[in-house]
Each structure stands twice: as C-alpha cells, then as structure tokens.
C-alpha cells in the first residue's frame, strides 16, 4: 500500500549544511523531484548509490528536476558531505518516523549481519572498493531506504522500497519515469565511448 502523499509531505527534514527546517512537500511544490533516503551516512551501499546518482544528477538539472538525499539522523553527515559522493542537497529527517510512513523496514542484529552476505551486498561491496569508496559504523545500520520519484504538485511516479541494504533504484529507471530514458542512455553510451577511447590510448602509451 503507498503512503499517503499528504501526509508524507508535512514530515520535517534538516539540511545538513545550514540546519533550515523543511517540510518534504517543499520539494514538489514547483518543481519534479527525486528524493533519496539513505540507509545511514557511513554505509558503503548508500555511498555507492550516491556515486551513481551522481551520473543522472546533469540531466536531472537540465531538467529541473531536483535531487535530494535524506538520511536518518544527523550522525555522519558531515563525514558523507564532505566526502562529495552526492551531487544534490542533503538532509536527515527530523523523526525516523518518517521512514516508518514510508514503508522502509527495518533489521534486527541477526538479518543485518545475514544481509551482508548475499551476493547483491558482496557484489556492491566489491564495487565499492574498487572506486575507493569507504566506510564507517558511525550511526544507526539497522534502518533501510528507497527513494520517491515524485511529480510537481505532488503526483507519486514511483517509490522504491530497499528490500536489501544493497539495494538501489537504478538511474535508467529514474530517467524512465521522468520521460528522460533516451536522453540518459545517449549519455551513458557517450561516457562508455570516453572511457574506452581512455583506456585505448593509455594502452598506446604503454
């Protein structure tokens, strides 16, 4: 069942830069917006989701569509905003509850430690460290994301529930629901093209 929208829309979320208070409907009164919430600031999954949201976050301006992470709680958000792996504002919520409405479940000790050991979650691990990603403990690691994609006015496109911690709505998905597929796949396919011309230059030099 999807939350109500309405009453989503008068949780309060803290910017983490100048500690204003928002209500979430702010976001999609005049504007598209994707919302991201995070499992917890520090979390290797989240930075890698960050980093690859990174690549849409171009076209989503060119767009006006607006990109905002949402973390749990203060705990870590200094450490993920200076570390740069988002391209869009950052806020944490003011009750977790917020993340309750919106269907985000939660782990115990037992599943969380289990959930490190799917492949999905070793995968992105692996991942992660390949781009010099890394991690810390600081803050709550129990709690899941997701993320809404929503209309200006309010209309929900779509909502993403984590059902792992590893979990990540994918940018070819966000660029679908916003109408942007064909243009997100031209510039996928161009960075693809640059970074083989990279690589086959540096296999010259050598």
């Given amino acids: 069942m999807s939350p109500d929208i309405n009453q989503i829309g008068t949780q309060k ?6 500690g204003e208070v928002l209500e979430l409907k702010s976001f999609w ?8 919430f995070f499992r917890r600031w520090g979390c290797m999954f989240c930075r890698l989701w960050a980093k690859e949201l990174s690549e849409i976050a171009p076209i989503l301006k060119q767009h006006n569509i607006k990109l905002v992470g949402v973390g749990v709680e203060e705990a870590g958000s200094k450490e993920f905003s200076e570390g ?16 309750q409405q919106l269907g ?5 000790v037992l599943t969380i430690l289990t959930s490190l050991l799917w492949k999905q979650s ?4 692996s991942k992660g460290k390949a781009m ?15 993320c809404l994609l929503i209309r200006e006015g309010g209309k929900m496109l779509y909502r993403f529930v984590q059902v792992g911690p590893a979990d990540r ?23 693809k093209n640059s970074k083989k011309n990279e690589d086959t230059t540096e296999t010259e030099k050598e």
């Fill in 29 to 36: 009164e005049q504007q598209n917006v994707a919302i991201v």
């Fill in 104 to 108: 985000f479940k939660r782990f115990n």
């Fill in 84 to 99: 740069k792996f988002f391209d869009g504002d950052l806020y944490y919520v003011e009750n977790i509850s917020t993340y």
């Fill in 169 to 191: 709505c994918e940018n070819v998905e966000i660029s679908e629901q916003f109408g942007l597929e064909n243009e997100y796949k031209k510039d996928a396919e161009n960075e």
């Fill in 122 to 125: 070793r995968d992105a691990i």
């Fill in 132 to 146: 010099g990603l890394k991690s810390d403990l600081i803050g709550d690691g129990l709690q899941n994301g997701g």
């Fill in 13 to 18: 979320v803290r910017n983490v830069s100048s």
